[in-house]
Protein backbone atom coordinates (compact mmCIF):
# COMPACT_ATOMS: atom_id res chain seq x y z
CA UNK A 1 0.00 0.00 0.00
CA UNK A 2 1.53 3.46 -0.85
CA UNK A 3 1.77 6.62 1.15
CA UNK A 4 -0.81 9.05 0.02
CA UNK A 5 1.16 12.21 -0.02
CA UNK A 6 0.68 16.09 -1.57
CA UNK A 7 -1.72 18.85 -0.57
CA UNK A 8 -3.89 18.56 -3.71
CA UNK A 9 -4.83 14.85 -2.61
CA UNK A 10 -5.74 15.22 0.53
CA UNK A 11 -7.73 18.34 -0.19
CA UNK A 12 -9.55 16.06 -3.15
CA UNK A 13 -10.20 13.34 -0.27
CA UNK A 14 -11.58 16.24 2.14
CA UNK A 15 -14.35 18.06 0.08
CA UNK A 16 -15.67 14.37 -0.54
CA UNK A 17 -18.43 12.89 1.82
CA UNK A 18 -16.55 10.24 4.88
CA UNK A 19 -17.37 6.71 3.53
CA UNK A 20 -17.79 5.77 7.42
CA UNK A 21 -17.56 7.50 10.65
CA UNK A 22 -18.53 7.75 14.36
CA UNK A 23 -17.51 9.98 17.28
CA UNK A 24 -13.51 10.16 16.76
CA UNK A 25 -12.74 8.61 13.08
CA UNK A 26 -13.68 9.63 9.92
CA UNK A 27 -12.64 7.28 6.64
CA UNK A 28 -13.02 9.10 3.07
CA UNK A 29 -12.63 7.23 0.13
CA UNK A 30 -11.67 8.51 -3.69
CA UNK A 31 -11.36 6.45 -6.68
CA UNK A 32 -7.97 6.99 -8.64
CA UNK A 33 -8.73 7.51 -12.18
CA UNK A 34 -5.39 6.14 -14.16
CA UNK A 35 -5.23 3.13 -12.13
CA UNK A 36 -2.68 3.19 -9.68
CA UNK A 37 -1.98 1.33 -6.45
CA UNK A 38 -4.20 2.24 -3.46
CA UNK A 39 -2.98 4.79 -1.12
CA UNK A 40 -3.16 5.55 2.10
CA UNK A 41 -3.11 9.11 4.37
CA UNK A 42 -3.43 10.49 7.79
CA UNK A 43 -5.11 13.37 9.49
CA UNK A 44 -4.49 13.23 13.15
CA UNK A 45 -3.92 16.38 14.84
CA UNK A 46 -2.47 16.47 18.24
CA UNK A 47 -5.76 17.70 19.85
CA UNK A 48 -7.71 14.25 19.15
CA UNK A 49 -4.34 12.38 20.17
CA UNK A 50 -2.05 14.08 22.62
CA UNK A 51 0.63 11.44 22.47
CA UNK A 52 2.64 10.07 19.65
CA UNK A 53 2.56 6.29 20.92
CA UNK A 54 -1.43 6.89 20.27
CA UNK A 55 -1.44 8.53 17.18
CA UNK A 56 1.27 5.90 16.41
CA UNK A 57 -0.90 2.87 17.11
CA UNK A 58 -3.66 4.12 14.99
CA UNK A 59 -1.55 4.63 11.81
CA UNK A 60 -0.57 0.89 13.11
CA UNK A 61 -3.65 -0.52 13.11
CA UNK A 62 -5.01 1.54 9.92
CA UNK A 63 -2.28 0.15 7.85
CA UNK A 64 -2.51 -3.39 9.17
CA UNK A 65 -6.74 -3.23 8.66
CA UNK A 66 -6.29 -2.28 5.14
CA UNK A 67 -3.08 -3.57 3.85
CA UNK A 68 -5.36 -7.13 4.56
CA UNK A 69 -8.69 -5.89 2.76
CA UNK A 70 -7.60 -3.40 0.10
CA UNK A 71 -9.97 -3.03 -2.47
CA UNK A 72 -10.19 -4.26 -5.65
CA UNK A 73 -10.41 -0.71 -7.53
CA UNK A 74 -7.57 1.21 -6.50
CA UNK A 75 -8.93 4.22 -4.18
CA UNK A 76 -6.82 7.20 -2.11
CA UNK A 77 -7.72 6.56 1.60
CA UNK A 78 -7.51 9.06 4.59
CA UNK A 79 -7.73 8.46 8.03
CA UNK A 80 -9.58 11.23 10.16
CA UNK A 81 -9.07 11.54 13.64
CA UNK A 82 -11.34 14.31 15.46
CA UNK A 83 -12.63 14.88 18.72
CA UNK A 84 -11.08 13.28 21.80
CA UNK A 85 -10.12 10.33 21.12
CA UNK A 86 -7.23 9.30 23.60
CA UNK A 87 -7.12 6.76 26.11
CA UNK A 88 -6.00 6.06 29.51
CA UNK A 89 -6.17 2.25 30.46
CA UNK A 90 -6.06 -1.02 27.93
CA UNK A 91 -9.93 -1.68 28.29
CA UNK A 92 -9.93 2.47 27.20
CA UNK A 93 -7.51 1.45 24.35
CA UNK A 94 -9.32 -2.30 23.39
CA UNK A 95 -13.03 -0.29 22.84
CA UNK A 96 -11.32 2.43 20.67
CA UNK A 97 -9.82 -0.55 18.67
CA UNK A 98 -13.05 -2.65 18.30
CA UNK A 99 -14.99 1.24 17.24
CA UNK A 100 -12.18 1.33 14.82
CA UNK A 101 -12.45 -1.70 13.38
CA UNK A 102 -16.01 -1.54 12.88
CA UNK A 103 -15.85 1.63 11.42
CA UNK A 104 -13.48 0.24 8.82
CA UNK A 105 -15.33 -2.56 7.85
CA UNK A 106 -18.27 -0.11 7.10
CA UNK A 107 -16.35 1.37 5.09
CA UNK A 108 -14.94 -1.42 2.99
CA UNK A 109 -18.51 -2.74 2.89
CA UNK A 110 -19.56 0.41 1.31
CA UNK A 111 -16.70 0.63 -1.23
CA UNK A 112 -17.20 -3.46 -2.20
CA UNK A 113 -20.46 -2.57 -2.97
CA UNK A 114 -19.15 0.29 -5.00
CA UNK A 115 -16.92 -1.75 -7.22
CA UNK A 116 -17.56 -2.26 -10.97
Known amino acids: MAR ?3 EQAFSALMRRRPLA ?3 WLMIYALP ?3 P ?3 ALGFVIPKK ?5 VQRNRVRRWARAYWQGKSPATPHHLLVRCR ?3 AWSSTQ ?3 ARYRE ?5 DQAAAVLALAQP
Open 83 to 85: GKA
Open 48 to 52: SLRRA
Open 92 to 94: ERQ
Open 36 to 38: ADT
Open 100 to 104: FTQVC
Open 32 to 34: VDP
Open 21 to 23: SND
Open 4 to 6: LSG
